[in-house]
């Protein structure tokens, strides 16, 4: 059990466009779910806190219109990438939790390339 | 500011042998201290963790020992095999699972030769 699946695994966009991730809990529901960006070779950042039916709060530096979060059921959560550009391309990660004091579930990444 | 540092930056040990990776952290109000796996292309999975009240946690071949007075804490792994080449990451969060917000150290790449 426990299991959290992002779509797509990767993604290649041209410079300008939008690409939006899924998240999903498969098997529970996920009141809270975090998204984390990790460059190669160097650790998972987190990008923003997104709780079910209500705004993400996002970490200090992270561009809130440039990064959407979007938490509207309790097994789904998406980012979008609005306007991408080459430097946003790296592995974005998300992961779960079902109540307050349970345990983070991760997803298995989502490889973004931008040209 | 880096809030938890790991070290050392990457590590090779022979089959059979003992992987050592340490941690130290920063902020006293940190009360939970787990460590992940990662292979490449996948995300992070949890190995083990660890609360300040204790001192040691083993879990097979995997053992936290945790240094409340000096800040640290370090994963052991004995009988370390190939299979456990990855990208090793502890980190650390304010509350009692890895449910609150984690901060991660920067992770090691783990080799070990057959």
């Known amino acids: 059990g426990a299991v959290v699946s992002q779509h797509p695994s990767r993604v290649i966009c041209k410079s300008g466009t939008s690409v939006k991730i899924e998240c999903r809990s498969l098997d529970f529901q996920a009141t809270t779910m975090f998204w984390y960006r990790q460059f190669p070779k160097q650790s998972l950042m987190l990008m923003a806190t997104?709780?079910?039916?209500?705004?993400?709060?996002?970490e200090q530096g992270v561009e809130k219109d440039k990064f959407l979060i979007n938490h509207a059921s309790l097994t789904l959560s998406t980012l979008t990438v609005t306007s991408a550009h080459p430097e946003d391309s790296s592995f974005y990660i998300c992961?779960?939790?079902?109540?307050?004091?349970?345990?983070?579930?991760f997803g298995p990444g989502t490889r973004l390339t931008v040209l | 500011q880096q809030q938890v540092k790991q070290s050392p930056q990457s590590l090779i040990v022979q089959k059979g042998g003992i992987s050592i990776i340490n941690c130290a952290y920063e902020?006293?109000?940190?009360?939970?201290f787990p460590w992940y796996q990662q292979f490449p292309g996948k995300g992070p999975a949890l190995l083990i963790a660890?609360?300040?009240?204790?001192s040691e946690k083993k879990e097979g071949r995997f053992t936290i020992s945790f240094n409340k007075s000096a800040k640290q804490f370090s994963l052991h792994i004995m009988d370390s095999q190939p299979g456990d080449s990855a990208t090793y990451f502890c980190a650390a969060s304010i509350g009692e699972t890895s449910g609150s917000r984690l901060t991660f150290g920067e992770g090691i790449q783990l080799t070990v030769n057959p």
């Open positions: 660890i609360r300040p009240d204790v």
């Open positions: 902020n006293t109000a940190f009360d939970y």
């Open positions: 997104s709780n079910e039916g209500s705004k993400a709060t996002y």
């Open positions: 992961s779960a939790r079902k109540d307050r004091g349970d345990t983070q579930y």
